[in-house]
């Protein structure tokens, strides 16, 4: 079960789907990034590639997000993500099912503020992501990276870091886009 931690859907518990190499974001973690967040959430428009339980398109969505697009391609775990939505009765959010490399080379549908990129670990998908987000950004966007602590990627000189903490294995950073 994943735990809600703030905004309107406080505290409530959502099914996720039990799938090998899945790790929802901890409670820890997304405390930390969500008063990072603060400030720019309510009313942002979001973006969560590989939703995987869907943590953090959810908590952002229970924040004040006005809308959250959660892209994921498993099955059961988007299938889990699909009834978290139902549960929640969140008309604001929308899940796709697909490919998140393939759906980045795709024409963007619409710009968003803040965009979540926590892929499998096993996966060295955050490189080809970075390189292919450009055009799904808006203006001065927000952009979270969870990877672990040895994972090797360079963002855009566009890209300014803004936060980064450890915890355990896990790296997570927020990067703002600088205006161009």
Request: net charge neutral; aromatic share 10%.
């Amino acid at each position: 079960m994943l735990r809600i931690i703030g905004g309107r859907f406080r505290g409530r518990k959502l099914p996720v789907a039990n799938i090998d190499g899945l790790r929802p974001t901890g409670d820890r973690i997304r405390e930390t990034l969500f008063n990072w967040l603060a400030p720019w959430l309510v009313d942002a428009r979001c973006l969560d590639l590989f939703a995987g339980s869907g943590a953090l398109g959810l908590e952002a969505l229970s924040r004040g997000a006005a809308h959250v697009e959660l892209w994921e391609k498993h099955p059961a775990a988007a299938g889990a993500i699909a009834e978290s939505l139902s549960l929640l009765q969140a008309a604001q959010a929308r899940l796709s099912r697909g490919d998140t490399l393939d759906t980045l080379q795709q024409a963007p549908r619409g710009a968003f503020d803040i965009v979540f990129l926590d892929p499998p670990f096993a996966g060295e998908l955050w490189q080809p992501c970075i390189d292919a987000l450009g055009p799904w950004l808006a203006q001065e966007a927000w952009v979270y990276i969870e990877s672990p602590i040895e994972a090797n990627y360079t963002v855009p000189n566009t890209w300014q870091a803004y936060r980064q903490k450890q915890a355990g294995r896990v790296c997570y950073a927020l990067f703002r886009v600088l205006p161009g």
